[in-house]
C-alpha cells in the first residue's frame, strides 16, 4: 500500500521555547502551522489541545508529556522520545512518525488516518477504542501492545514485532500477518478477532493450538 508523504512547506517558523509558544498559542488561541520544533527536551509538558499542521517535530524529547485532544495533520515526527505520553482522543491525519520511541504511550480513542510508522519502538503502547484507516507500519516494534476494541481498516504491516500484543475485540479480518513475529498474541478464547485474517503456516500452527486444536 502506497502512502503519500506528508508535504511541509518551506520556510518553518524555528520554535525555540516550546513552553512559551505553548502559553501564546492557549492565551490567545492560535494554531502551530508550518513550524519546525526541534532538539526540545521537556518532561510533564502539556500541549493542552493544540492543533499541529504542515510542520515537523524533530529529535525532541517530551517524556510523560500531555497531547491528549490535539489534531495533528500533515505532520512529520522524527527522531523523538514520547515514552509515556499521553495521546488519548487525539486525531492524526497524513502523518509519518519515524525513528521514534513510544514506550508506554497511550493513544486510547485516537483515530488515525493515512499515517505511516518507521523503525519505531511502540512496545507497551495503549490503542484501545482506537480507529485506523488506511496506515502503513513498517520495522515497528509493537510488543506487549493492547490494541484492544479497535477498529482496523487497510492496515499494512511490514515486518512488525507484535509478541504477546492484545487484540481483544479487534477484528483482524483483511489484516496480512504473515510478516509480523506473533508469538503470544493475545485474543478472545474462540479466537474470533482472527477470522478473515492471513497467515502463514506456522502461524496457522500456533493459533490451531490456541484454539485447542490437534494437529497431526
Not at 516550546?18 to 494554531?31: C, G, H, K, N, V
Not at 495533528?72 to 523523538?80: A, D, E, L, R
Not at 518507521?118 to 495503549?126: F, I, R, S, V, Y
Amino acid at each position: 500500500m502506497q502512502i503519500k508523504p506528508p508535504t511541509i512547506p518551506e520556510g518553518l517558523k524555528e520554535i525555540s521555547d516550546i513552553r512559551d509558544e505553548l502559553r501564546f498559542s492557549m492565551e490567545y488561541e492560535t494554531d502551530f502551522d508550518s513550524v519546525r520544533i526541534s532538539r526540545a527536551h521537556e518532561e510533564e509538558l502539556s500541549f493542552g489541545g493544540v492543533y499541529i499542521k504542515n510542520s515537523t517535530i524533530e529529535n525532541c524529547r517530551f517524556i510523560n508529556s500531555d497531547f491528549s485532544d490535539c489534531t495533528f495533520i500533515n505532520v512529520i515526527i522524527k527522531g523523538c522520545d514520547l515514552s509515556n505520553c499521553n495521546f488519548n482522543n487525539t486525531y492524526f491525519k497524513n502523518c509519518s512518525i519515524i525513528s521514534s520511541k513510544l514506550v508506554g504511550a497511550c493513544f486510547r480513542n485516537t483515530v488515525q488516518l493515512e499515517t505511516t510508522y518507521d523503525n519505531c519502538n511502540a512496545e507497551l503502547t495503549d490503542y484501545n477504542e482506537a480507529r485506523f484507516k488506511n496506515i502503513l507500519i513498517s520495522d515497528c516494534d509493537f510488543s506487549s501492545s493492547l490494541i484492544c476494541s479497535a477498529e482496523l481498516k487497510n492496515i499494512t504491516l511490514k515486518n512488525v514485532k507484535l509478541v504477546k500484543a492484545t487484540f481483544f475485540k479487534t477484528p483482524l479480518k483483511d489484516v496480512n500477518l504473515t510478516d509480523c513475529i506473533i508469538d503470544g498474541l493475545v485474543v478472545s478464547d474462540n479466537g474470533a478477532e482472527l477470522r478473515g485474517a492471513t497467515v502463514d503456516v506456522y502461524q496457522a500452527a500456533m493459533f490451531a493450538k490456541l484454539l485447542g486444536l490437534n494437529i497431526e
